[in-house]
């Protein structure tokens, strides 16, 4: 490693390793369905009524989630960002607790708490999706809030702004653009679904992304397949355009807030309100990981542990869990690595690399699902025939992991004063000290916690595994998929005791990627 003092080479040999693997594994691949879908008759397809009816779905579904999202995310936001309330770590870790839930899990569980006649419904999929994003839509708001300064507000109170006049003509302006973004991801996010619609949806539910696997996996119609992921990536990029242009000329706001915006909840008016917002979202995100739970120990309305006595002994679920630990670590070690070197050379360039950022994100745009459909077809043939190969599984889940694993560890390294260096280097450190003395401490806890999300999104990756995961080789989520598919009781516990423990695991790391922000908000605070 180096310091940005010798950035002319080190630059080049930081951004060698993420350029070369997406553009191998994320880049090359679609490409290829692009081309190889344009090769065939296939082209008809989209002129079909089923498809225009999928497509229809696909698009009118994610916008109602997202709509719902907002509703549930900006009186969170609200109370969050501007008061203090006891247990505020832990209830905001519990409300982040869906979004780092595996998508099948989130399926998993309101198939236990919805009635069967909302099972297979459009309602099903849109409150699932809303679950799922309404805790990390109001974290992205709420920072964005905690930025503004509560001087202006104070100034428009002066000029006589009633609270909803200064929320109209002051808050909105200054979070459009952290709303836009929030709301941008979140219907890429329900675009994309993948998991949540396999296990709550149904052929009269299907979306682009299971339409897509379906043909593929089901009808053999590989040509299909790829003409529908090709369509779906043309129709998130160029939203993704539209966005990004229209986004840009938002207002922002000049000056860093001086004092913090939280303030003790004081009126009976302000604790009730506070009080209604955080125990609904509360409630609302973990009442399904506790049915889950309750289920996995309730079989044939009973109460007994024999699917988690199941699970531990089982040859086939062992081999399963073993497989899943095996891969995730090959993963999060992939993924964190070229997180970090993503972020370096973003953060020690001078806009030279910024393009990296917007590569790195790439495997959230096209979706795991097109990723592992465009390794299939891409690496098929000698000597590239990959197709079967076990290293496949976790590269593609470290590619999926990656840009959040970069979004973790980049805005660390460049909020690092430069003063720091420099003194550093007139102390006589040479680069390799400085960076081992400055940077790395100080990004050391957002790279854990970028692995730990890195471990996750590889413990619970439903899509591309559904492609790249072979008998004897299958992951949690597949062996989850599976064990639902099958008829009675006992099976369903099994499947309900590993979302249980996919569940534990992704709780266990939300509390360890808060614990390290909080400690660094209060170390922060203290300088």
């Known amino acids: 490693m180096t310091t940005i003092y010798n950035r002319s080479q080190a630059i080049y040999w930081l951004a060698i390793a993420p350029i070369v693997a997406i553009v191998i594994f994320v880049i090359a691949p679609v490409f290829n369905i692009f081309v190889s879908s344009l090769q065939f008759e296939s082209l008809n397809l989209l002129r079909t009524e089923a498809i225009r009816n999928v497509v229809w779905f696909t698009t009118w579904q994610s916008l109602v989630s997202t709509a719902f999202t907002l509703v549930i995310a900006l009186p969170l936001?609200?109370?969050?960002?501007?008061?203090?309330?006891?247990?505020?770590?832990?209830?905001?870790?519990?409300?982040?607790?869906?979004?780092?839930?595996?998508?099948?899990?989130?399926?998993?569980?309101?198939?236990?708490?919805?009635?069967?006649?909302?099972?297979?419904?459009?309602?099903?999929?849109?409150?699932?999706?809303?679950?799922?994003?309404?805790?990390?839509?109001?974290?992205?708001?709420?920072?964005?809030?905690?930025?503004?300064?509560?001087?202006?507000?104070?100034?428009?109170?002066?000029?006589?702004?009633?609270?909803?006049?200064?929320?109209?003509?002051?808050?909105?302006p200054l979070l459009s653009k952290a709303i836009t973004n929030a709301a941008?991801?979140?219907?890429?996010?329900?675009?994309?679904?993948?998991?949540?619609?396999?296990?709550?949806?149904?052929?009269?539910?299907?979306?682009?992304?299971?339409?897509?696997?379906?043909?593929?996996?089901?009808?053999?119609?590989?040509?299909?397949?790829?003409?529908?992921?090709?369509?779906?990536?043309?129709?998130?990029?160029?939203?993704f355009i539209v966005t990004t242009r229209a986004s840009r000329n938002k207002f922002k706001q000049s000056t860093k807030p001086t004092i913090s915006r939280q303030k003790s909840l004081q009126t009976r008016k302000q604790k009730v309100i506070a009080a209604t917002i955080i125990s609904s979202a509360t409630v609302f995100a973990i009442v399904p990981v506790l049915a889950i739970a309750f289920k996995s120990i309730n079989t044939n309305s009973r109460f007994t542990t024999t699917a988690w006595r199941t699970v531990f002994t089982s040859p086939e679920i062992t081999q399963s869990i073993t497989k899943t630990l095996i891969y995730a670590v090959i993963a999060m070690s992939l993924a964190t690595l070229l997180g970090l070197l993503s972020a370096c050379s973003v953060a020690y360039s001078n806009n030279n690399f910024h393009f990296i950022s917007g590569l790195a994100t790439l495997p959230v745009v096209i979706s795991a699902v097109s990723i592992g459909l465009g390794i299939i077809i891409t690496f098929d043939t000698q000597p590239f025939d990959w197709r079967g190969a076990q290293f496949m599984l976790p590269l593609a889940h470290a590619l999926v992991a990656l840009p959040l694993a970069m979004r973790v560890i980049l805005?660390?390294?460049?909020?690092?004063?430069?003063?720091?260096?420099?003194?550093?280097?007139?102390?006589?450190?040479?680069?390799?000290?400085?960076?081992?003395?400055?940077?790395?401490?100080?990004?050391?806890?957002?790279?854990?916690?970028?692995?730990?999300?890195?471990?996750?999104?590889?413990?619970?990756?439903?899509?591309?595994?559904?492609?790249?995961?072979?008998?004897?080789?299958?992951?949690?989520?597949?062996?989850?998929?599976?064990?639902?598919?099958?008829?009675?009781?006992?099976?369903?516990?099994?499947?309900?005791?590993?979302?249980?423990?996919?569940?534990?695991?992704?709780?266990?790391?939300?509390?360890?990627?808060?614990?390290?922000?909080?400690?660094?908000?209060?170390?922060?605070?203290?300088?």
């Open 77 to 172: 936001a609200f109370v969050t960002a501007n008061f203090k309330f006891k247990a505020q770590r832990l209830t905001t870790s519990l409300i982040s607790l869906p979004f780092i839930l595996p998508s099948i899990v989130v399926g998993v569980a309101f198939l236990q708490i919805l009635p069967n006649n909302f099972h297979r419904t459009a309602f099903a999929l849109i409150l699932a999706h809303t679950y799922f994003n309404f805790g990390f839509t109001s974290r992205l708001i709420t920072a964005r809030w905690l930025q503004i300064d509560p001087h202006l507000d104070d100034a428009a109170r002066t000029l006589g702004a009633s609270p909803f006049k200064l929320f109209i003509t002051l808050t909105m």
């Open 184 to 239: 941008l991801i979140v219907f890429t996010l329900c675009f994309t679904s993948y998991g949540v619609v396999r296990v709550l949806g149904g052929p009269s539910r299907s979306t682009l992304e299971t339409e897509i696997y379906f043909r593929a996996m089901q009808l053999g119609d590989v040509s299909g397949a790829m003409l529908l992921s090709a369509l779906q990536i043309v129709i998130i990029v160029s939203l």
């Open 411 to 527: 805005p660390v390294l460049q909020a690092i004063p430069d003063s720091l260096r420099q003194a550093s280097s007139v102390l006589g450190a040479s680069p390799r000290q400085t960076w081992l003395n400055i940077d790395f401490k100080i990004i050391r806890r957002a790279a854990i916690s970028a692995a730990a999300i890195s471990a996750t999104v590889s413990i619970g990756e439903f899509g591309a595994s559904s492609f790249l995961a072979r008998r004897g080789a299958e992951t949690l989520p597949i062996m989850i998929s599976r064990l639902l598919s099958r008829p009675g009781d006992s099976l369903q516990s099994q499947a309900f005791a590993l979302a249980t423990l996919l569940a534990i695991f992704s709780l266990i790391v939300i509390f360890v990627i808060d614990s390290f922000a909080n400690t660094k908000s209060a170390r922060d605070s203290h300088a």
